[in-house]
């Protein structure tokens, strides 16, 4: 699942990322509400969290337009903002949670996992299939013709990138910064070993495999059975 954090002040902002990337999610991080809003307006994002004080537009603001372009993701505001009147007006924006600075990155974790499951209505966007391969976003959980699949959070954060955009190659400095949160140096081998051990676990065993390697562009998750 991929989250949005709209985050101005540096340490907070990397602390977040850091540890909802480690934690299994795909994770873009905006330093003021304008980048925010822009990000917010055109990924496709399973929740944003949003700070209220920020540079360039303000938190209310990036909300509110988000509600009105008729976007439904869910938002948490995470602020300093302590008073009953802000915590009231988030919620009547449109806010689906609010919690306060400081806080404990446990109970940020736990609400984030809450605030996704209820925003998730429909069954078809808790989960990612390609073939007889499915991916349950919410509970965590990887099949493939039935049989569960145990993978690291770094080997499902890789595996959900490569499903949610199956068809499309996606090239090793993508999948670094998207998976790892780093730059891509050319000199690492930790995407090639990442991706052999999870074709290992996912296409081992099984006449078709979906995970492949495109030589001098990256890796492509697809049914090649249908064409």
């Known amino acids: 699942m991929k989250i949005l954090i709209i ?3 540096p340490k907070t902002g990397e602390y977040l990322r850091q540890g909802l990337t ?11 509400g304008d980048d925010g809003l822009h990000l917010a307006l055109n990924g496709a994002f399973d929740l944003v969290v949003l700070d209220v ?12 337009t988000l509600r009105s372009r008729g976007l439904g993701m869910p938002v948490l505001f995470l602020t300093a903002r302590d008073q009953v009147e802000d915590r009231i007006r988030g919620l009547e924006l449109g806010a689906d949670d609010y919690l306060v600075k400081p806080f404990s990155f446990a109970e940020l974790l736990a ?17 990612l299939r390609v073939a ?3 991916l349950d976003q919410l509970r965590r959980r990887v099949t493939r013709a039935g049989r569960r699949i145990d993978l690291t959070a770094k080997e499902f954060g890789l595996l959900e990138l490569l499903m949610r955009r199956q068809g499309e ?8 910064s998207q998976v790892w949160d780093m730059n891509f140096d050319s000199d690492t081998n930790v995407i090639e070993v990442a991706i052999r ?9 099984h006449d078709l495999k979906l995970i492949q390697t495109v030589r001098g562009m990256g ?4 049914d090649a059975g249908v064409s």
């Open 132 to 134: 007889d391969l499915e």
């Open 111 to 127: 609400r984030v996992r809450t605030v996704l499951r209820r925003g998730r209505t429909l069954p078809e966007t808790t989960s």
């Open 7 to 9: 985050e101005d002040e």
């Open 53 to 64: 004080m920020l540079p360039g537009i303000d938190g209310w603001d990036v909300l509110q």
């Open 219 to 222: 890796y492509v998750l697809e």
């Open 197 to 205: 051990r999870l074709r290992g676990k996912v296409d081992d065993g």
């Open 22 to 32: 480690e934690a299994g999610f795909v994770v873009d991080l905006a330093r003021n």
């Open 169 to 176: 190659v996606l090239p090793r400095s993508l999948i670094a």
